[in-house]
């Protein structure tokens, strides 16, 4: 059954169709990719799958629902929830602290934003909670500032993860990580996805193949190429328009 259900998006900015017609879905328990050079449109039809932006034209369907013309805020209580390429965590809050706050607004609560999050103990669990799944229990109360990148990287996924969603958008998860650090993610994000569905940007192609259940290949806002990453590896048109010969 498809969690997510895109059906022909398209946007534009003045003459440029960002979008042209994109279509895709993703299933429970699949990791679907999306690639692409820069200015494809990845982040643009990342943007309107969270309601960041709004389509010219075209749905977005959520666990069973038409929500296109929902804000943000009502899809991430739906339980739509996404990562950025640049990290939103605030720098001198503990990382329980950025959690948990992040589980307060996505419970609908957070005019309460500076009542300690700490002393809610159910707050507290779920926070706690995310921050085991991402590996960073032992960093629960080191400012976010005192993080290495890489944990930052991490910490971004745990504030995705608040509250426990029923859907991941990430948004170049990897990127500015080095190799171990690349090869912690891809390891969480592999037991991840056997509970949550994800499309994932990204353009790491050692991640794209090993977590992928399905890639499709976005070129100038149309999606040239779709299969298993084998499939795509081997395409004509996504070797030509992205992939090339490191793909062999």
Known sequence: MSVLIIENLNKSFGSVNVTNNVSLSVDEGECHALIGPNGAGKTTLIHQI?????????????????????????????????????TS??????????????????????????????????????????????G????ADMAAQDLSHGERRLLELGIALAGRPKFLLLDEPMAGLGRA??????????????????????HDMDAIFRLADVVSVLVDGVVVARGTPDEVRQDPAARAAYLGDSAA
């Open 50 to 86: 969270s309601g960041v932006l709004s389509p010219d034209s075209g749905h977005v369907r959520f666990d069973g629902h038409d929500v296109t013309h929902l804000p943000v805020w009502q899809r991430v209580q739906a339980g739509l929830s996404r990562t950025f390429q640049i």
């Open 89 to 134: 965590i605030i720098p001198s809050f503990s990382v329980l602290e950025n959690v948990a706050l992040a589980v307060q607004a996505k419970q609908g609560s957070s005019l309460r934003f500076f009542k300690p999050a700490r002393d809610e103990k159910a707050l507290n669990d779920a926070a706690m909670q995310a921050i085991s799944d991402i």
């Open 136 to 139: 960073l229990a032992d960093r």
């Open 181 to 202: 650090e690349s090869e912690t993610l891809i390891g969480i994000l592999d037991t991840l996805r056997r509970d949550i569905p994800m499309l994932l940007v990204e």
